[in-house]
């Protein structure tokens, strides 16, 4: 078991990580803006200029930061880079939410037990970037989002929360994308809620609330 991880008794601090529209962002925003909410989005990084989600985080006068992978010789450099700014914000939860990049072992070894990731399929099929396009390939007829603790994998770590989908007969990428989106934001206010309320265990496979 990873040592259990106590309820946060002021507000919990969260940063968020994107790289693209941030409507997962939004509506942690918008949860936040509520006290008895018990969190607070403190900064919002990302590996990539110019997206609506910097543009989101600005708007709501949360702090930014941007690491791009370009701009270090070797990857860990940068996932030394990303960590030391997530660091200053001193985060209860880290969010990956729509964050196209693979965090290394500096990453993990500071928030490897508070580092969680919503991703748009059913964990553990489709992993990666394409989820909704390699489930209607595959001609599944349910999918969905998975929320869960980040590990050294792609996609592998310990799944705190699942919700499903329908996928129609006429669906295309972007219509299964966009009903996947509209639970899966709703299960990660959801669950960033109850993770900080009520702290959480993880032993092996197993997430539980205290
Ligand atoms: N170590 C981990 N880091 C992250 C995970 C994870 O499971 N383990 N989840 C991601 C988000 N993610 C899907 O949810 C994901 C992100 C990125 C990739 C990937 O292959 N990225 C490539 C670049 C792709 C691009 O920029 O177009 C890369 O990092 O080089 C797969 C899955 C959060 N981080
Ligand atoms: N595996 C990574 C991945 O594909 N993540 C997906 O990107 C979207 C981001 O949307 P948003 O920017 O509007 O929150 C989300 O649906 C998330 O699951």
Redesign the pocket.
Known sequence: MTDPVAPTPQLARLVV?V?GSGSNLQALLDAAADPAYGAQVVAVGA?RDGTVGLERAEAAGVPTFVHK?KDHAERADWDKALTASVAQYQPDLVI?AG??????DD??AAFGDRYI???NALLPAF???HGPRDALAYGVKVAGATL?F????????PIIGQVVVAVEDDDTEETLTERIKEVERRQLVEWVGRLVRQGWTITGRKVRLK
């Open positions: 990580l790289s590996d992978v990956s964050f196209l990049k693979l965090v290394g990453f993990l990731n919503t991703h992993p990666g970037i869960f980040v590990d050294g994998g792609v996609d592998t770590g």
